[in-house]
C-alpha cells in the first residue's frame, strides 16, 4: 500500500470505532527514544524515517510534527504523501494539542494505542480537552489491524556485563534504590524505562538497534523484585544473579494486570514521562502515586570510577578507528570511488577491527555537501553521494563496546573550500573549545554554559536547532538524562539537571545552511572536581575523545590565543594517545594533522 492507501485504510478503521483523530507516535511501550521494528507505527503510516515525530490523523486531514533536525528530510520523505508538515518550535506553528483542541468536535472521541503515549502526555490531553466533553479511547492499536506484515517483537538473548565493566552489582545497585525509595516514603516503584532497567539489573540486550536494552518491565517493592520479560531471553548465568535478590519472573505483558492488583495501602513511586498511560490507567483509582523522576536516571548518569576508567579506554579504540578512517578518506578522496555509504562502511570496519566492540551506537551520519545541512541525514541507495576531492564531509557515528558508548563527529575539508564555509567551520570549533574550556561552581546545569558554545555562532547572525549536547550512557542508550547542554530549557526533555561529577556529555555546536553545507564537530565532556574555596566546590571538563580536528578546515586569524593554546593542547594529548596504536604512515599523518597553530 501506498502512504494515501494506509491512510485510508486508518481512516476507515477511526469510523468503525466512531474515532475523530487518532495519534501515531515515535515511542514503543516503554517512552523509548529509538524503537524496535515492530513499533514503527508512525513511520509505517507517514513514510517519515526520522526518530521523533508525531501523526496525526483525521477524517480529513493528516499531519506530522517534528522537530528541527528533521525539517529538510521530513519534507522530502513526506512529498506525494498527502501528510502535511508541522514545524515545531516555529513561529505560528501549532502544536499536537492545539491542533487536536481545535479539530476534535466536542464530544467526539480522540484515540490512541494507551501503551505508546506517557501518562503525562495523555492526563495533559484529558484536561485540554476536558471543556470540549472529549472521550479518550486508548485500547486500540489501530496501526495493527492494517499493517501487514508487521515485524514480530525482537527475540534477541540477554547477557550478564560483568562487574569489571559496570563497577557495581546489581545488588547494591538495589539497595541504593531502596534507601531512595524510603527517603520518598515510598513502598512500590513502577520501573518501565529500558535503559533504566538495563542498567539497575546488569543486563543488556539487542532488542533495539544500536541500542542494547531488552524489552521489560520492573516492579520494585521494599522487599520484593518482579521483572516482566521473555524469560527465553535469559540465560543461566543471568538467572543465577537474579536469584540472589529472589527475583520473581513474570511474562512480559502480565504487567498490565499485576498492577490492577496492587494493594491499596501501597504507595507508588513512577514517572509520568516514562510510564505509558495504559499502565497508569490500570493502577487502582484509590492508590497513592508520587509522580517524580525515576531515582536511577541520576545514579545512572553519575558514572563510577571504574566506568570512568573503561569508558577513557573505550575511547582511545574509537579515537584509532576514526583517526584511521580520517586518514584513509584524505589519501584516497577522488582517487577511487568513495561514497556516503561506503564511507560508513569503511568506519564500521575499521571499529570492528577494535577489541570489545559490539555494534554501532546509532545509525551513522555521513553527509557530504548539502546532505550535511539535514542534522540527522541518512544516506540511501537514492541519494548516495559520490565525495569528491572538495567540499566539506560531516561524519557523525559512534561505537558500543563492552567498555563504553562512544559519540564522536567530524566535518572534514575534502579538498577546496569556500571563505564562507572556513569561517563557519571556525566559529563551531570556537564554540566547542569554549565549553570544553568551562570552568563553573557545583550547582550550574546545561543551560547555564550552553552559551559559550553558541556565541561564535550567535555573533554570525546563525543558530542551529538543537541542544548543544546530551548525556550518553554507558553501553546503554547514545543519548541520556538528566544531564545536557541546551540554551532554552525544554519541558518535553529532561536534560537540564545541576551538572555532577562522573556525568559525561557531548559537546557538539553546529551551523547548517541548506543547500549548501552542514559542519559540527563533537567531543565527549566527562565532568570533573576542580579546587574547592570559600566561594564553593568548583568544576570543570575532562575531555575524553581523542581524534584530530581538521586543520584544513580552520581559518586561524578568526581565534584567540586561548583558543589556539586549547587546540594546540587537544591534539598533542590526540597524538600521544593514538599514534601509539598507528603504522607508521598514519603516525606521519597524524603529526602533520595535530601539527601546532
Not at 511501550?29 to 513514510?47: A, C, L, N, P, T
Not at 542534522?375 to 557515528?397: G, N, P
Not at 541542544?467 to 538528566?482: A, C, D, M, Q, R
Request: charged share 30%; glycine share 6%.
Amino acid at each position: 500500500m501506498s502512504i494515501k492507501e494506509r491512510i485510508t485504510q486508518l481512516r476507515k478503521q477511526m469510523k468503525e470505532k466512531n474515532i475523530d483523530a487518532y495519534i501515531i507516535p515515535s515511542s514503543d511501550s516503554h517512552q523509548s527514544e529509538y524503537v524496535g521494528d515492530y513499533f514503527k507505527s508512525r513511520e509505517f503510516i507517514s513514510g517519515f524515517t526520522g526518530s521523533a515525530g508525531t501523526v496525526i490523523v483525521t477524517k480529513n486531514e493528516a499531519g506530522l510534527w517534528t522537530d528541527g533536525r528533521y525539517f529538510i528530510q521530513a519534507q522530502k520523505e513526506l512529498e506525494a504523501s498527502g501528510i502535511k508538515l508541522f514545524k515545531m518550535g516555529e513561529e505560528g506553528v501549532m502544536t499536537t494539542d492545539e491542533y487536536i483542541y481545535k479539530v476534535i468536535p466536542t464530544g467526539g472521541t480522540l484515540g490512541f494505542d494507551g501503551r505508546l503515549i506517557s501518562a503525562k502526555e495523555g492526563a495533559n490531553l484529558e484536561n485540554e480537552l476536558k471543556d470540549k466533553d472529549v472521550n479518550i479511547s486508548y485500547e486500540y492499536d489501530l496501526i495493527n489491524d492494517i499493517w501487514e506484515n508487521r515485524p514480530s517483537l525482537p527475540q534477541s538473548k540477554g547477557f550478564l556485563l560483568n562487574i569489571k565493566y559496570t563497577g557495581e552489582t546489581f545488588s547494591s545497585k538495589l539497595c541504593r534504590l531502596r534507601e531512595k525509595m524510603k527517603e520518598k516514603k515510598v513502598t512500590t516503584h513502577v520501573l518501565t524505562s529500558l535503559d533504566d532497567i538495563a542498567w539497575l539489573f546488569n543486563i543488556r540486550g539487542r532488542d533495539i538497534l544500536y541500542n542494547p536494552v531488552i524489552l521489560s518491565y520492573s516492579l520494585i517493592t521494599l522487599d520484593e523484585v518482579f521483572l516482566f520479560i521473555d524469560e527465553r531471553k535469559l540465560n543461566d548465568e543471568i538467572l543465577k544473579e537474579l536469584h540472589k535478590e529472589n527475583v520473581q519472573i513474570k511474562s512480559y505483558d502480565s504487567i498490565y494486570e499485576v498492577v490492577k492488583n496492587i494493594s491499596e495501602n501501597e504507595i507508588v513511586l513512577l514517572d509520568k514521562n516514562k510510564v505509558n498511560y495504559a499502565i497508569v490507567n490500570n493502577i487502582p483509582s484509590k492508590i497513592e502515586v508520587l509522580d517524580e523522576v525515576n531515582p536511577t536516571i541520576f545514579s545512572k548518569a553519575q558514572k563510577n570510577e571504574i566506568e570512568i576508567k573503561n569508558i577513557r579506554n573505550s575511547h582511545i579504540k574509537d579515537g584509532v578507528a576514526l583517526t584511521k578512517f580520517m586518514y584513509w578518506l584524505k589519501k584516497n578522496v577522488g582517487k577511487i570511488h568513495i561514497s556516503e555509504m561506503s564511507a560508513t562502511k569503511k568506519l564500521e570496519d575499521l571499529r570492528r577491527e577494535q577489541e570489545g566492540f559490539i555494534e554501532p551506537s546509532f545509525s551513522t551520519i555521513a553527509a557530504y555537501k548539502e546532505h550535511a545541512a539535514m542534522m540527522h541525514y541518512s544516506a540511501t541507495k537514492e541519494y548516495d553521494y559520490e565525495l569528491e576531492a572538495e567540499h566539506l564531509f560531516l561524519i557523525d557515528s559512534g561505537g558500543q563496546y563492552f567498555d563504553g558508548t562512544t559519540d564522536i563527529t567530524r566535518t572534514i575539508a575534502l579538498g577546496p573550500i569556500t571563505d564562507e564555509e572556513k569561517l563557519h567551520f571556525t566559529a563551531v570549533l570556537r564554540g566547542m573549545i569554549n565549553l570544553s574550556m568551562a570552568k563553573f561552581l557545583h550547582g550550574a546545569r546545561g543551560h547555564n554554559l550552553d552559551i559559550l558554545a553558541r556565541r561564535p555562532i550567535w555573533n554570525l547572525g546563525i543558530d542551529y536547532k538543537c541542544g548543544t549536547g546530551h548525556g550518553i550512557g554507558y553501553l546503554l542508550n547514545v543519548h541520556e538524562g538528566p544531564n545536557g547542554f541546551r540554551w532554552k530549557v525544554r519541558t518535553d526533555i529532561f536534560d537540564s539537571a545541576v551538572l555532577e561529577e562522573g556525568m559525561v556529555t557531548t559537546n557538539e555546536p553546529g551551523i547548517y545552511i541548506e543547500g549548501s553545507h552542514g559542519i559540527r564537530i563533537e567531543n565527549e565532556l566527562v565532568v570533573k572536581k576542580a579546587e574547592k574555596n570559600e566561594y564553593g566546590q568548583f568544576m570543570e571538563f575532562e575531555v575524553i575523545t581523542f581524534a584530530p580536528i581538521d586543520l584544513d578546515a580552520i581559518d586561524v586569524t578568526q581565534m584567540n590565543r586561548e583558543e589556539k593554546d586549547y587546540l594546540n593542547s587537544y591534539h598533542k594529548l590526540v597524538y600521544d594517545k593514538i599514534s601509539v596504536h598507528l603504522n607508521d604512515d598514519e603516525k606521519q599523518w597524524l603529526k602533520e594533522y595535530t601539527r601546532e597553530v
